[in-house]
């Protein structure tokens, strides 16, 4: 499992600019990791797909516009559902964590390779919509500029995930 990264960037960012199709970010440049993120302007959830640079593979985090709450107890892993251009796309178990006092939900590759990929590369490829739900949340989000998105983080990265994914 992934070791937690502190992310300084995106609560500083006004959700205004958040708001147009993919953006591309990086946090801590000392020790990068790369994000392609959008926000669902209705509710303020976001979709990242990132890499952090010193393991080489990408993650894919929904951030739900709620706080995290230290004494909740929280399922040990969420199996949400995702739709791609109104297709349902098997997704790998994610698992909770605190990012930076907001509720997130995380997977990567070693959550479960198959279907890892298999909604890595919907999300690249994704046309119109990417929605999300479970439990009691769910998020649209548009697929405009995703793939030019998450190929800049690939290429920051040094890794060409759809070609792996």
């Known amino acids: ?29 000392e020790d990068p990791t790369y994000l392609a993120y959008q926000l669902d302007p209705e509710n303020e959830s976001i979709l990242i797909v990132d890499c952090y640079h010193f393991l080489g593979s990408p993650g894919i985090w929904v951030l739900a516009n709620k706080a995290w709450e230290q004494t909740t107890s929280y ?12 297709i349902e796309i098997v997704a790998p178990k994610f698992h909770y964590y605190d990012y930076q006092g907001r509720e997130g939900i995380f997977a990567g590759p070693l959550s479960e390779l198959e279907a890892f990929s298999s909604l890595y590369s919907a999300i690249f490829y994704a046309e119109q919509s990417i929605t999300i739900s479970y439990f009691d949340k769910r998020a649209t989000f548009s697929a405009e500029g995703a793939a ?7 290429e920051a990265c040094g890794f060409e995930a759809t ?3």
Not at 2 to 25: K, N, S
Not at 75 to 86: I, S
């Open 75 to 86: 399922a040990p892993e969420v199996e949400p559902e995702f739709a791609v251009d109104g």
């Open 163 to 165: 070609a792996q994914y």
């Open 1 to 29: 499992m992934r070791p937690f990264m502190p992310v300084l960037v995106l609560p500083l960012m006004a959700p205004a600019v958040l708001a147009a199709p993919w953006q591309t970010g990086t946090m801590d440049p």
């Open 148 to 154: 030019e998105a998450i190929t800049s983080v690939e």
